[in-house]
């Protein structure tokens, strides 16, 4: 009987400022025999998020840091294909986190996966993108702190990412005007042509900044904040009395984790919530997983009534999912960037257990 073998990328060592391919090992090995309590994974779909980028380094973000020599971590969807758990069945779609390889044993108790219950979504990226947690955190970001209301003017950084771009429509589907932030006038262009944005600064333009002010003459009452550094300096000081931060992302950041600091001068944030009295409120979507009910239901009725688009980026084959990564933090993608691993087989119930 042929030895299955998993494809992985192990972290080789840790980024000094940005991410590169060299920082990952990718290496095939062989996949141990099941034992009592354990099921086969097979990874389909992979999520590349910015968040990987601190996984890498030594900070502990809602989870610990990949060692070095694990397995990267990451967001996903999978298909058990066999299985000595009482709770994962043969043939079952799974999300959780399978990490960067083709399969993943997964250990009972160790709350990885999650089963999808049938009739799973067509195409079933949608489970990683609008209704899955990219989604789930646009909503409750909006739904939560931002809140904004009819006639407000709501501003979106990265707009023609996968969450900046979600959190936006639903922006304009509760009344707002919003105003997105992307890195190219082809963005630019998406965001107000395809998602309904009422306009849209390109912030590799020089003037970038005159260009939010005119367009925000009264000020900015909501900032979804997904990229941090010098653009985010600039929307607080739009902001109106009473505005409210969404703080998702810093992705400007991501890439300075274990790096040294450049000593830039940054906007005092603190003096100018004080002045504005602002909340700005941070959160994160694993905390609230009780709510994705909640959550995927109005996504649902917002994709059901024409009233959210959503895109995504799709890199064929695991073996190209660094050099993807590497892509995200230039800007590379539009929507959700994903790694299609494999395509779903037909897995016999005589394998179950």
């Known amino acids: 009987m042929t030895q299955l073998m998993n494809r992985c990328y192990r972290l080789r060592r840790r980024p000094a400022g940005t991410a590169t391919a060299e920082d990952l090992e990718f290496v095939e090995e062989p996949v141990p025999d099941l034992r009592p309590g354990q099921a086969l994974v097979r990874t389909l779909w992979l999520s590349l998020d910015p968040s990987n980028r601190i996984w890498m380094s030594d900070t502990h973000y809602h989870l610990p840091p990949v060692p070095i020599g694990g397995v990267m971590r990451g967001l996903g969807i999978g298909q058990v294909v066999q299985s000595w758990r009482d709770d994962l069945r043969a043939d079952d779609l799974v999300s959780g986190y399978p990490g960067w390889q083709d399969y993943v044993i997964a250990d009972a108790g160790d709350g990885a996966f999650t089963v999808v219950p049938p009739p799973a979504p067509e195409p079933l990226s ?9 989604g789930i955190t646009a909503y409750l ?7 904004p209301r009819p006639g407000e003017t709501m501003v979106v950084s990265a707009a023609a990412g996968a969450v900046g771009s979600v959190a936006g429509q639903i922006g304009k589907a509760l009344g707002a005007r919003v105003v997105g ?6 963005k630019c262009q998406h965001v107000v042509a395809d998602l309904g944005f009422d306009a849209c600064v390109n912030h590799r333009d020089p003037a970038w900044r005159e260009h939010l002010d005119e367009l925000t003459p009264d000020g900015i009452d909501v900032d979804f904040e997904n990229v941090g550094g010098s653009i985010m300096d600039h929307v607080l000081t739009r902001l109106t009395v009473g505005g409210r931060v969404v703080l998702c992302g810093l992705i400007a950041d991501y890439n300075g984790y274990g790096a040294p600091p450049d000593g830039r001068g940054r906007l005092d944030i603190a003096k100018t919530l004080m002045v504005k009295r602002a909340v700005m409120q941070s959160f994160l ?6 709510r994705f009910p909640e959550a995927t239901t109005y996504l649902g009725g917002l994709i059901a009534e024409n009233k959210l688009r959503y895109d995504e980026t799709v890199v064929d084959g695991l073996e190209h999912a660094a050099e ?5 933090f230039d800007g590379a993608n539009t929507g959700k960037l994903l790694v299609r691993v494999a395509e779903r087989m037909d897995v016999p119930g005589e394998v179950q257990a």
């Not at 949608?126 to 990219?134: E, I, Q, R, S, V």
């Not at 932030?181 to 082809?186: E, H, N, P, T």
């Open 126 to 134: 949608a489970l990683l993108g609008p209704l899955g947690h990219t």
């Open 141 to 147: 970001g909006m739904t939560d702190i931002g809140r």
């Open 181 to 186: 932030i992307a890195g190219s006038q082809r």
């Open 285 to 290: 979507v694993l905390d609230h997983m009780d």
């Open 324 to 328: 993807a990564l590497t892509g995200m």
